[in-house]
């Protein structure tokens, strides 16, 4: 059985850096194969992809945010973590972490972590 | 805006079936790239019950079904049931802007 856990801050000031962890069981990204991804959801607003990374090390980011992001995994295989810099009221949001596989026609993202707040204000 | 659109909302009575489309582009579903979908209730997280465009993981109802036609996909819903009200997003790969995953706008399902 996958699962997986967000944990960080909860509030962070406006231009601070914003550092999330994202630790998981059931799998390991030392498995070829396997990936995880980042998706947030400002509050009652849509779900947004903002980052992946696979067993290999690929990593992906959202064209719009690349600038801001920084995704990595631990040499465990069980951890994976995001920084996204220059936090704005705008980043608040729930931020989930996700398992996902890569596949040629498109990855899909199961199972989700619980989320986590995280709101920006100064 | 979302690169997916889907409408805000759909409503139906229990019993009837609804429909959700997704409608995307030339380099998303237009290029082939397969539609998933999750359902989202009130304070929690999104779950798939269709990936692949249409297959259904183990202990999704049947009621619920994927399609896919040119630059558009659908999710059915067959019987619709109280418990089936929630938010629901489709998902697809976008090929234009360096890969990216994208979602829907979400759509909201009432049963009446």
């Known amino acids: 059985q996958i699962t997986l856990k967000e944990s960080g801050p909860t509030l962070v000031k406006p231009t601070q850096t914003l550092t999330l962890t994202c630790t998981f069981s059931g799998f390991s990204l030392n498995t070829r194969g396997m990936g995880v991804g980042w998706i947030r959801q400002p509050p009652g607003k849509a779900l947004e992809w903002l980052a992946l990374?696979?067993?290999?090390?690929?990593?992906r980011y959202s064209t719009s945010l690349k600038s801001r992001l920084t995704i990595s995994k631990d040499t465990s295989g069980n951890e994976v973590v995001l920084t996204m810099t220059n936090m704005d009221p705008g980043d608040t949001a729930t931020y989930y972490c996700a398992h996902t596989t890569w596949e040629v026609l498109s990855n899909w993202f199961d199972p989700w972590g619980q989320g986590t707040l995280v709101t920006v204000s100064s | 805006q979302s690169v997916l659109t889907q409408p805000p909302s759909v409503s139906g009575a229990p019993g009837q079936t609804v429909t959700i489309s997704c409608t995307g582009g030339?380099?998303?579903?237009?290029?082939?790239?397969?539609v998933h979908w999750y359902q989202q209730f009130p304070g929690t997280a999104p779950k798939v019950i269709i990936y692949?465009?249409?297959k259904r993981p183990s202990g999704v109802p049947d009621r619920f079904s994927g399609s896919k036609s040119g630059a558009s996909a659908s999710l059915a819903i067959a019987g619709l049931q109280p418990e089936d009200e929630a938010d629901y997003y489709c998902?697809?790969?976008?090929?234009?802007?360096?890969?990216?995953?994208?979602f829907g706008g979400g759509t909201k399902l009432t049963v009446l």
């Open positions: 692949g465009t249409k």
């Open positions: 030339s380099s998303n579903i237009w290029a082939g790239y397969d």
């Open positions: 990374i696979y067993w290999d090390d690929d990593k």
């Open positions: 998902q697809s790969y976008d090929s234009s802007l360096s890969g990216n995953w994208v």
